[in-house]
């Protein structure tokens, strides 16, 4: 008896413990549930936590994300107001603001995603297609961005879906026209450069000529000083010999022919053939120098008329 007691008391509680299952559901922190009676909406559950329905298949719990969702939309082409065709990237970020209306629009984030990727493709078509190429890229992006968010907005909320964020990723020339570009902003480069060196081998011409006339200008008048002092050097070499005979003649005229024989009488020098009596051999024959003739004037002079000469 006591076992068969045992026993009901079991599968009493297992009984109650499968319908306590059947008839609980629990929400949790990111969700939103919505209990369908028959097919239709009975009540919508947004806060988490544990909550009673009647078993199926009288009434079933359809759940929906609360969190961020993503939607990566395929790279479409455009045309810009400026007649550019451009490949724009963009994608959204949205989440569900009336599980109600979201379930009844749409009923399943796959439909959500589609009918939301429809939405911002027109709108980033009708948007950009105002804007020029160079706006979309440099000077006004956010503003562009934040205009199809909005336009998007109010279309999604049809839908009980808010977008939280539209952003373009990628604005881009087809690779056509990107080549192209490139290329001519290539050659610009290069017809700059071109340019660039060109002003500067004109420059370097006219510092090195520059460089040149001052050097040139520069020998020039040390040439000139040069000049100046050695013809000083030379009055003054002049004007000192010219004292030195004035006070001794007669040595005077001995060192000037003993400078004479150094310069002629050099070994392996040319050969000259001289009468024994000629004036410039006075020193030889009268060590006095005698009254021959005066002395040779400079080292080296030429000989006196008569004489030969042979190598």
Not at 215 to 235: H, L, N, P, Y
């Amino acid at each position: 008896m006591n076992g068969f007691l045992r026993v009901g008391a079991l599968a009493l509680i297992g009984i109650a413990a499968v319908v306590f299952y059947v008839a609980t559901f629990v929400v949790q922190q990111t969700q939103s549930a919505i209990v369908l009676r028959f097919g239709a909406v009975r009540s919508v559950v947004t806060a988490p936590g544990l909550y009673f329905k009647l078993p199926a298949p009288f009434e079933q719990v359809v759940y929906l994300d609360n969190r961020i969702l993503d939607l990566d939309l395929p790279a479409q082409e455009i045309i810009a107001a400026d007649q550019k065709r451009l490949v724009v990237d963009a994608f959204t970020r949205y989440r569900i603001s009336d599980p109600l209306r979201f379930y009844q629009a749409v009923n399943n984030i796959p439909r959500a995603n589609s009918q939301l990727a429809s939405i911002v493709n027109g709108n980033v078509r009708s948007v950009l297609a105002e804007a020029t190429f160079t706006s979309m890229v440099r000077n006004d992006r956010s503003r562009l961005m934040n205009r199809i968010r909005d336009d998007v907005n109010r279309e999604a909320a049809r839908f009980g879906m808010t977008v939280v964020d539209v952003r373009l990723r990628r604005v881009d020339l087809p690779q056509a026209n990107s080549q192209a570009v490139f290329q001519r902003m290539q050659t610009e480069r290069q017809r700059e450069a071109a340019e660039a060196r060109a002003l500067g081998a004109q420059q370097a011409q006219e510092i090195r000529a520059r460089a040149e006339r001052e050097a040139t200008i520069i020998v020039a008048e040390a040439q000139r000083k040069s000049d100046e002092i050695r013809g000083q050097g030379e009055g003054e070499r002049n004007r000192i010999f010219a004292e030195g005979f004035g006070k001794d003649p007669e040595f005077f005229a001995f060192y000037r022919s003993m400078q004479a024989y150094e310069a002629s009488l050099k070994a392996g020098d040319t050969r000259m053939l001289l009468s024994p009596d000629s004036p410039f051999f006075r020193f030889f024959n009268d060590p006095a120098g005698g009254k021959q003739g005066a002395a040779p004037a400079a080292a080296g002079a030429a000989p006196a008329a008569g004489a030969a000469a042979r190598p």
